[in-house]
């Protein structure tokens, strides 16, 4: 049941109605989602969540769109695990990781965009359009399929094979032909020019607030309480605050007793306006040309920056900055641990994640939660270097000599 | 007549020129600033840009040039 009471202006606090648009016609300040916390409160409870379905739209109170029309291809509900192998090696006895690779096509985007498509049925659009360099093109294509709409996914053209083919089999791909700058500026136009449902652009009030889920599961998963520590991949800052605002929502609703989860930002070297700026002490982002192996979180001019900054100052949280050959160590690790193959956004995570025990940011008995977005099957290119294999002849004794004769020395 | 909405994000030493006076001068574009936030060594702001596409498309690429990040206000669009 959709409780929404307006689009609200996060700088003036002017409230506008639920339509596709995103900016405040005042100030130009980012609109977002402005629930009836009161109606909400009276409807929702832990046994009402866990009597619905095994998706993100259990808490469809707290969402934009209604249930009933969900565009629902089986976002959500991806394992918490415990991750005890990784946390010996760290020095953290209490260590989760939310393993988002568990989503319907592979990443995190699926939540955001489960909920951008099912609002854009709602608005009546018969187009959805993103631009993508991987999650966001799967996530879209394969929702819009679902849907049945008209679907537009605009690719730069010389992205890697596997990338550009898992989008593509969903049947609406468009290849451009262009850099990262083109594309965005072409886009842009688009959103002015054509009256589509483009997710990230005139649904991204509401598309971003699907990420919000992610916050609730790692609740209801932990025992309906919230970790001390979550540590986040950073590209535009969405996920960062809508994971602050899922677990904050469920506090004041009573759902848990609190949340005081400190908000951890991790970016890669090659891409980190984000973490830079806390590091600097300062509150806006400067925009930088991205240039780093970590292409999902490759977003020079993030959106929600400066929000996402703030988060982490007020809730003594962190930005991170990792060097870019840290990266496949730390999808390394993780799958050597834990027996989970992420994409290079997690290894920027589990490197993060790796500095801040060994700063003592985290001490060893803090609950702490992992975010791993996306699958190591999209980025193979990024560990080719760092995995070793090893050819014998077909012969018990070339075997021995290898195999057995190296794990002897 | 067309505009665009638009972000400039300024270094130290292009906030101490007149960027935005001489875009509205040297180009016919009506230039409105409705949000900024400008300190000591840095700073943006967000402006409409009234004018006709092409030279719009003009100015922003001489504004490029003396150094000033343009974006859209939604930030870059192409996501991961
Ligand atoms: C795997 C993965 N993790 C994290 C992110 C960060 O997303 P956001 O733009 O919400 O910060 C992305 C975005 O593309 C992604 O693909
Ligand atoms: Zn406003």
Redesign the pocket.
Known sequence: MPNVQSLRCKECGRDFPQEPIYVCDFCFGPLEVNYDYDAIVKNISRESIQDGPLTIWRYDELLPASRDNAVNIGAGMTPLLRADNLGKELGLNNLWIKNDAANPTH???DRVVSVASTKAVEFDFDTIACAST???AGATAAHGSKAGMNTMVFIPANLERGKVLGAAVFGSVVLVNGNYDDVNRLCSELGDDRRWAFVNINMRPYYSEG?KSIGYEIAEQLGWRAPEHVIV????????TKVYKGLNEFAQLGIIDSANTKMHIAQPFGCSPVATAFVEGQSHPKPVVPDTIAK??A?GS?A?GYYSVGIANKTGGSGTVVPENEIAEGMKLLAETEGIFT?T?GGVVISTLHRLAREGMIGPDEETVALI??TGLKTLEAIEMAVETRTIEPTIRSFDEVVMGAALQ | MPFRRVKFTMNTELIQSPVIYELGHKFEIVTNIRRAEIDADSGWVILELEGALDEIERGLTWVTEQGCDVSSLEGDIL??
């Not at chain 1, 991949?233 to 960062?240: K, N, Q, R, T």
């Open positions: 990443s995190f985007k991987g999650n966001l990420s991949p950073v590209a535009s800052g969405s996920l960062f999902s979180l977003i993030p929600d994409e956004a977005t996306g | 996501a991961g």
